[in-house]
C-alpha cells in the first residue's frame, strides 16, 4: 500500500510536448484565468467544463495549460497540482 521509501515523493503528470507549467495570477470570471507561464508569457487561460465543479482553481495555485496553436495569448487549463505536489515541483527544479 505505502511506496515504501519514506520520501512521499509522488509520480507528478509532466508537459508534454505542447503544454507548459503556469502560476495562475488573477480570477477573471466566465471561467477565465489569467496565467504567468513558465516560457515567459501570460496567457488567459480557460478552465474546462470537466473541471469547473470538480476541481477548484485559486490565485497563486500552479497549473498545467496548453497553449492554443492559432492564438499563442491563449490557453486551457489541462491539470492542476495540488500544494504538496507543486512544492514537489519546486524541489526537483521544475519549476
Known amino acids: 500500500m505505502s511506496d515504501g521509501d519514506g520520501t512521499g515523493r509522488k509520480n507528478l503528470r509532466m508537459p508534454d510536448d505542447d503544454e507548459v507549467f503556469a502560476e495562475v495570477t488573477e480570477m477573471l470570471g466566465a471561467n477565465r484565468v489569467k ?3 513558465l516560457d515567459g508569457v501570460e496567457r488567459t487561460a480557460r478552465i ?5 465543479k470538480r476541481t477548484w482553481i485559486r490565485e497563486g495555485d500552479i497549473v498545467l495549460v496548453s497553449p492554443w496553436d492559432w492564438q499563442d495569448e491563449k490557453a486551457d487549463i489541462e491539470h492542476r497540482y495540488e500544494s ?5 515541483l519546486r524541489e526537483e527544479g521544475h519549476i
Open 35 to 37: 496565467v504567468r507561464c
Open 48 to 52: 474546462p467544463g470537466r473541471m469547473q
Open 84 to 88: 504538496q505536489e507543486a512544492d514537489q
